[in-house]
């Protein structure tokens, strides 16, 4: 536990604004770098604790950035700045306009309504979408239709730890395709996930709001996978 969340940790590049990850995306398009981009939060942290194929596929990404007050808790632990919080909610859609307008896009994950309603949106914003797929494929399902398109960016919509994975395969097998892992980044942009109040989320506190809304489906993440989190971040700054 406490090498994984030690791992994560290091891992994770901070920034001080929304500004400077565009920046930074923008450069390394700009220099023909791929990038695989990965979110880390308190569930994430939790996950990497009993799966270590998880742990490789964070480990190999290119960008890993803290998402939620959770991970920010741990860095404050740990006395490290954690940075401004970069969810992909709010982040991604942001990449897409301004730093991939043009590029052929591909989103892999969600369902058929949901791919159809996000592509609709995106493309009214200049998003180049190619292809879809839905989330519930097997893994190599989507490397395969990877080769019958041509793509410069997958945006994964699947969940972790299956998105991950997969981003993994498809950045081992097409070195130039750059792959950003969204969870439901589809089903916000569709509408079929509500984003919380602005002022709830300037409180960190959209997992609550999500909470309420779904308790059954989100209890074990968020209240038991919270208190679990907290209690092992504890414990690794005491083992110091």
Not at 34 to 49: D, K, Q, W
Request: one cysteine or more; aromatic letters at 8%; a positive charge.
């Amino acid at each position: 536990m406490k090498l994984e969340f030690r791992q994560f940790v290091s891992k994770i590049t901070v920034f001080e604004s929304t500004d400077r990850v565009v920046q930074h995306c923008r450069q390394n398009l700009e220099e023909g770098k791929r990038l695989n981009i990965a979110f880390l939060n308190a569930h994430a942290f939790n996950l990497g604790c009993r799966n270590s194929g998880f742990v490789d596929s964070i480990m190999v990404s290119d960008l890993v950035l803290r998402d939620g007050i959770g991970v920010k808790i741990l860095f404050k632990m740990l006395g490290k700045e954690p940075g401004y919080n970069l969810n992909g909610t709010d982040l991604i859609p942001v990449l897409l306009t301004q730093v991939y307008q043009g590029k052929k896009v591909a989103l892999f994950g969600s369902t058929n309504k949901e791919l159809t309603i996000a592509r609709q949106k995106l493309e009214t914003q200049n998003v180049q979408i190619v292809t879809v797929l839905d989330g519930f494929k097997e893994p190599s399902a989507y490397v395969q239709h990877l080769a019958d398109h041509e793509v410069d960016l997958v945006v994964m919509a699947m969940g972790m730890p299956k998105q991950e994975a997969v981003s993994k395969m498809i950045c081992e097998t097409y070195p130039n395709i750059s792959t950003i892992n969204g969870g439901a980044i589809v089903d916000f942009i569709a509408g079929k996930v509500e984003r919380a109040p602005e002022w709830v989320q300037k409180l960190s506190l959209e997992w609550a709001y999500r909470l309420m809304r779904e308790p059954k489906r989100l209890f074990n993440r968020y209240v038991i996978g919270n208190v679990t989190f907290l209690t092992r971040a504890m414990i690794v700054k005491l083992s110091g």
